[in-house]
């Protein structure tokens, strides 16, 4: 499974801007960039995914490196809620029942 | 909006005996899965499901455990003699389309064994 890599922690102020990033060097061609959250005693969520161009959705940002080799997700205004550990995973955009590989995440703190 | 529901929410046994999770996945999904966490460690893949098989199952998947869908709406993992080694929050996971699709998860069942 592809690496990737993330800050283990990063903290940040409500109503702020959050940009955490991701490095994934060894990715391949059809690798799509995914990313989850996890929030306090609950499951994972999912947050959105991109492949070459960068995403909008009503969540999060996410900006894609030209050469994609990094990728960041973007709060654009943190709240509270937003306090969680993102996952930012790689997967193979190939057909059939495909697990989701998650490492250490980055534990995001929003100071109020 | 549909959500993936999981009893019981929290479970305690004794080492030896056996557990049953249940999960209901999202009606119109066809791919299900379970991960498990140990508390303070990062989440790991157990075992995907499609169309009545076991598509991959990971190390940690060996004959203690075993997935069924013994109907059309629930999903079950079920280990057959827990070790202390077993406690965790259990996940369940479904998704509509293979690939890439989304999978949405429930809110697990913390397994403690005594």
């Known amino acids: 499974d592809a690496k990737t890599t993330q800050p283990n922690s990063m903290e940040s102020n409500e109503e702020e801007p959050v940009h955490l990033p991701c490095n994934h060097s060894?990715?391949?061609?059809?690798?799509?960039i995914h990313w989850y959250r996890q929030l306090p005693s609950q499951g994972p969520e999912y947050v959105i995914h991109?492949?070459?161009s960068n995403v909008n959705n009503r969540m999060a940002s996410l900006a894609i490196a030209e050469d994609r080799k990094s990728s960041t997700l973007i709060l654009h205004r943190a709240t509270l809620r937003d306090a969680a550990v993102y996952y930012c995973?790689?997967?193979?955009?190939?057909?059939?029942?495909?697990?989701?590989?998650f490492g250490q995440g980055t534990r995001l703190t929003i100071n109020p | 909006e549909p959500e993936v529901t999981q009893t019981p929410s929290h479970q305690v046994t004794q080492m030896g005996q056996e557990v049953i999770l249940r999960c209901v996945p999202i009606?119109?999904?066809?791919?299900f899965y379970w991960y498990r966490q140990i508390l303070g460690q990062k989440v790991e893949f157990l075992v995907s499901?499609?169309?009545?098989?076991?598509?991959?199952k990971s190390e940690i998947f060996d004959d203690q455990f075993s997935v069924e869908r013994p109907d059309g709406s629930n999903f079950t993992l079920k280990i057959r003699s827990t070790k202390l080694e077993d406690s965790a929050m259990y996940f369940c996971?479904?998704?509509?389309?293979?690939?890439?699709?989304?999978?949405?998860f429930g809110p697990g069942t913390r397994l403690t064994v005594l």
């Open positions: 996971a479904s998704t509509l389309s293979p690939g890439v699709d989304t999978q949405y």
């Open positions: 060894t990715i391949s061609g059809t690798d799509y």
């Open positions: 991109g492949l070459t």
């Open positions: 995973i790689l997967r193979v955009g190939i057909q059939g029942a495909q697990k989701l590989v």
């Open positions: 009606s119109n999904h066809l791919y």
């Open positions: 499901f499609y169309n009545n098989e076991i598509s991959e």
